[in-house]
């Protein structure tokens, strides 16, 4: 499975970004994908996750502006991160993730909310 992100960027604090993660390869032994992110100094956390049954689950620091989704196709499948009224402290490398058979990560994309 190889997992590629993008979407990412900088944008001032209460915009918006959308991200994106396409998954190719043995994609049939993805079950649950997810975002994960990693501030400067700081671990990798949970951002949110969605389950093959679409059932989602969000950190609570996201919950409320950020949306997760999928779209499952014949060869791609693919995962999106709707980011709404983003904040300085979500400023942070983004990565996608996919479990199944794996897991595998995608290569991150960086997120920065400055003005």
């Known amino acids: 499975v190889q997992l590629q992100a993008s979407g990412g960027g900088l944008v001032q604090p209460g915009g918006s970004l959308r991200l994106s993660c396409a998954a190719s390869?043995?994609?049939?032994?993805?079950?649950?994908m997810g975002w994960y992110r990693q501030a400067p100094g700081k671990q990798r956390e949970l951002v949110a996750t969605i389950t093959s049954g679409y059932s989602r689950n969000y950190a609570d620091s996201v919950k409320g502006r950020f949306i997760i989704s999928r779209d499952n196709s014949k060869n791609t499948m693919y995962l999106y991160l709707q980011m709404n009224s983003l904040k300085p402290e979500d400023t942070a490398v983004y990565y996608c993730?996919?479990?199944?058979?794996?897991?595998?990560w995608g290569q991150g994309t960086l997120v920065t909310v400055s003005s």
């Open positions: 993730k996919a479990s199944g058979s794996g897991p595998y």
């Open positions: 390869g043995s994609i049939f032994s993805i079950n649950t």
